[in-house]
């Protein structure tokens, strides 16, 4: 059977245009009403939905002042899980520093309008003519919900960029395989998946499905085996010298090959070997994103019927590469908060999910094909309608909790130093040394951890090397590293449900009975500032 999807009527020139100005349109209104009710529950000040987007923010800005790579200046640490990301937003702060806390937000939106052109352009299931099918239009309008766009946008990380990069790999794939043109889209190709590694490292996942695919699936110009060789190995190179390039730079500067983050929650101290996920783990976290599940059932069900009928298309290594690449992600990495980890592998596969109903569904019935993709992406998005009904809410835990955290130690401990666990407003904020007790901000935590001397008296000794007066941490997570000479004067709880919080309840302890008395007087002082949602007990 021929490609029907490589093998369409092309598409009048304005085409991708107009249904990627529907779901532009959509895109922003949406996200327009998402920051403006943000900005109202919060008082008038904007919150982003995740308080590692300051971890970024913190670090971009002592690049651009202090030359230094880390959340505290002249300290070296590999706090960043994206440092192409890190370095856009310093680069971006040198050119426009009056918005430079909207810069996160910004770079979000014109990689988000980038990336819905790149779905729209690169798909066949919707022809439009004179007039767009009102499914063709639902679709449009609804994609950029269906893939979390808005709310992603205002977490101000790099979810949205990595997808972008991601898609763009597979449509340069694409082309290679239709064997159409010379060179110019492998060299794209290649610099695209170092570029991709640069921003998350879980990227080299992609570049291994792509190259399973050229391998497995050689067509076109790829069509003799030593040419798909050779691409393949290109790939892989392309993908590992970044990040060697990472990896030498930390262990330059005394740190683990990977940065913190990725050590921290990859437990690569706590394992040998590959710190593979266990099987249950990944179903419990695949059932929490249905969307993810029915894109990969999907794509496992295409596969499975070009194998029952010996069909050779242009989507079929796409597919393989999709499916190898996500289980490698889900054996390796993680997914959640807020589906950014995932969300390169649900823009992948809804864009195959184009593909493949353009593919499969006669040219007669395809008002319908769109109906069932439609309802498809209906059905299984629950959560992305839940995620972003919730994000306004969002940002007003990281304001009810970590930005007074921030601004409560960058008033009165400000210059000196402080134990924390949550590291993005307060080293954005607080300007001092830092104790970060989850080892996003401290390398050390991380290797006591792995040394098996993370404990009080270790605790203790960080406290004292950065003369810290406070701490200011979940307690919950951290009974057996609590000093004993830690006095406990006070806490702030939110009221409302955490959801991207790491807990509802943050304690303050003095790190010894000589500051308990000042910081009891500054809590008290400070709590008559605090907002609407947070309960302050001071003992």
């Not at 790099?158 to 997808?163: D, N």
């Not at 889900?330 to 999910?353: F, H, K, M, P, S």
Request: with cysteine.
């Amino acid at each position: 059977m021929a490609n029907r999807a490589a093998a369409a009527t092309p598409q009048p020139k304005n085409g991708p245009a107009r249904l990627w100005a529907f779901s532009v349109g959509s895109y922003l209104l949406l996200l327009v009403i998402l920051a403006g009710n943000a900005i109202v529950i919060n008082h008038g000040h904007f919150e982003y939905v995740l308080d590692d987007a300051y971890i970024h923010l913190s670090m971009a800005r002592n690049l651009v002042t202090t030359g230094t790579y880390g959340v505290v200046p002249g300290t070296y640490e590999s706090a960043s899980s994206s440092p192409l990301w890190t370095m856009l937003l310093a680069v971006s702060a040198g050119m426009w520093p009056l918005t430079f806390s909207a810069l996160p937000a910004l770079l979000n939106m014109a990689c988000a309008i980038a990336l819905l052109w790149l779905f729209w352009e690169g798909q066949d299931l919707v022809k439009p003519a004179a007039r767009i099918p009102v499914a063709g239009v639902a679709l449009a309008a609804l994609l950029p919900l269906f893939l979390l766009l808005p709310s992603l946008t205002l977490a101000g990380m790099e979810a949205i960029l990595q997808a972008l990069l991601a898609l763009g790999v597979m449509q340069l794939l694409l082309r290679l395989l239709r064997g159409r043109e010379g060179t110019r889209p492998e060299l794209l190709l290649l610099l695209l998946v170092a570029v991709s590694v640069l921003v998350r490292l879980e990227d080299m996942f992609l570049a291994a499905g792509c190259g399973l695919a050229v391998l497995v699936f050689g067509r076109g110009r790829l069509q003799p085996i030593a040419l798909r060789v050779t691409l393949t190995a290109k790939m892989g190179l392309a993908a590992a010298l970044p990040a060697a390039a990472i990896a030498a730079v930390n262990l330059a500067n005394g740190q683990a090959w990977l940065p913190n983050s990725v050590v921290s929650k990859a437990g690569l101290f706590e394992r040998r070997g590959l710190p593979l996920v266990p099987f249950d783990v990944v179903i419990e976290r695949l059932m929490g994103d249905p969307l993810l599940v029915a894109l990969l059932v999907v794509s496992a069900l295409y596969l499975g019927r070009c194998a029952l009928l010996r069909v050779g298309t242009t989507n079929l290594p796409l597919a393989l590469a999709f499916l190898v690449t996500a289980v490698l992600h889900l054996a390796l990495a993680t997914l959640g908060w807020y589906d950014r980890y995932q969300e390169y592998l649900v823009v992948i596969g809804a864009w195959l999910l184009f593909r493949y109903a353009a593919e499969v569904a006669p040219e007669r019935r395809m008002a319908a094909a769109m109906l069932a993709v439609l309802a498809l992406l209906l059905v299984s998005s629950p959560r992305k309608a839940i995620l972003t009904i919730f994000t306004p809410t969002a940002s007003n835990n990281i304001y009810l909790q970590q930005y007074q955290m921030g601004q409560f130690l960058a008033r009165y401990y400000n210059d000196t130093g402080a134990v924390i666990n949550d590291l993005g407003e307060v080293s954005y904020q607080h300007h001092g040394p830092i104790f970060d007790m989850f080892g996003l901000g401290s390398y050390q935590a991380l290797k006591a951890r792995r040394d098996g001397r993370f404990d009080a008296g270790f605790v203790a000794a960080q406290t004292r090397r950065i003369n810290a007066p406070v701490a200011v941490i979940y307690s919950e997570y951290w009974r057996q590293q609590i000093p004993a000479s830690w006095v406990l004067v006070g806490s702030w709880s939110v009221l409302h449900a955490p959801g991207n919080l790491g807990g509802t309840k943050v304690d303050f302890w003095a790190t010894s009975a000589a500051t308990a008395d000042e910081l009891r007087r500054d809590l008290r002082e400070y709590g008559r500032e605090l907002p609407d949602g947070v309960r302050a007990e001071v003992r």
